[in-house]
Nanobody, 124 residues
Framework: VQLVESGGDSVQAGGSLKLACVAS????????MAWFRQAPGKEREGVAG????????YYADSVKGRFTISRDNAKDTLYLQMNSLKPEDTGMYYC???????????????????WGQGTQVTVS
């Protein structure tokens, strides 16, 4: 499984960005997927998870009401719409996947065994 993220940028506080992650090497609709982020000097943290079919979504408390995770299985693509961005949202954003079952609610990095290279989001 290969994951390639895109969409990161530098924006002002209050702005919006939409990240995308394209999966290849495995049918997208069979992947358990989530978004994580890591700020300099901090541990990687879960941002949002989504069920395989996209019907259920889960968010870290820090992004609830501002971020929306979605997926288009026909395009093997995972998205993260980020609105009302804050400086504390700054970090490298990673797409993660697993071919085996993962509870999308828990957002634990060690439960995902495929990772993208990351895309940088900077909010000032």
């Amino acid at each position: 499984v290969q994951l390639v993220e895109s969409g990161g940028d530098s924006v002002q506080a209050g702005g919006s960005l939409k990240l995308a992650c394209v999966a290849s090497g495995f049918p997208g609709n069979n992947l358990y997927m989530a978004w994580f982020r890591q700020a300099p000097g901090k541990e990687r943290e879960g941002v949002a998870g989504i069920a395989r079919g996209g019907g259920s979504t889960y968010y870290a408390d820090s992004v609830k009401g501002r971020f929306t995770i979605s997926r288009d299985n026909a395009k093997d693509t995972l998205y993260l719409q980020m609105n009302s961005l804050k400086p504390e949202d700054t970090g490298m954003y990673y797409c993660a996947a697993n071919t085996r079952w993962v509870c999308p609610r828990t957002l634990r990095p060690n439960e995902y065994n495929y990772w993208g290279q990351g895309t940088q989001v900077t909010v000032s």
